[in-house]
């Protein structure tokens, strides 16, 4: 009997990290630092809306997938760009099928998923000031979370502690280089 493998193994290279999770959950913190630890481009799929998305979440209101579709073409052409030589993106990616779309670029990935109760994102929002995510769509991108499946390269990385913290587990959490 043979020892169990992950269901899907990261192929050679270096994979492209996708730092996933709510609104306020540190992923444009925690991706900085970990782009920074690796030494690899960092991206922030934020800069990837058209500006008719931004100004429709500045107005309260979310985004539906038919908004999605050309933010999620954008982000996998950065990842299809990075090829095997890695690097980190930042994208909430709360569902299944936004992930599917982003593994669709072709480079092998690794979801951070960054999760932590309510109450402390919720905190960690609060003392946010200036940035057009409104508060009130935490409890909307909580509902529609779509946690990693099995068959997803990726991690679960608690949110709990500093930034440099949430990091070291980040890194921790990645699969061994196979190259
Ligand atoms: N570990 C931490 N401890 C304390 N504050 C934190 C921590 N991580 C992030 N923050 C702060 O919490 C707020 C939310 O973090 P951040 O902006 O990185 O979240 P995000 O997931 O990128 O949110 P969004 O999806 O809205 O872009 C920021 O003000 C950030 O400075
Ligand atoms: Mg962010």
Not at 35 to 43: D, F, I, S
Not at 54 to 78: C, E
Not at 132 to 152: A, V
Request: charged share 20%; hydrophobic share 45%.
């Amino acid at each position: 009997m043979t020892a169990a493998s992950p269901p899907r193994p990261v192929a050679a290279g270096r994979p492209v990290i996708v730092v996933m999770g709510v609104s306020g959950s540190g992923k444009s913190t925690v991706g900085g630092l970990l782009a920074e630890r690796l030494g690899v481009p960092y991206a922030e799929a934020d800069d990837f809306h058209p500006a008719a998305n931004i100004a429709k979440m500045s107005a309260g209101h979310p985004l539906d997938d038919t908004d999605r579709a050309p933010w999620l073409a954008a982000i996998a052409d950065w990842i299809a760009e990075r090829g095997d030589r890695g690097g980190v993106v930042s994208c909430s990616a709360l569902r299944r099928r936004y992930r599917d779309r982003l593994r669709q670029a072709g480079p092998p990935l690794f979801f951070v998923h960054l999760d932590g109760p309510e109450e402390l994102i919720a905190a960690r929002l609060a003392a946010r000031m200036q940035h057009f995510m409104p508060t009130g769509l935490l409890q909307s991108q909580i509902e529609t979370l779509e946690p990693l499946e099995p068959d997803e390269a990726g991690a679960v990385v608690p949110i709990e502690g500093g930034p440099q913290q949430i990091a070291d587990r980040a890194l921790a959490a990645l699969p061994a280089t196979p190259v």
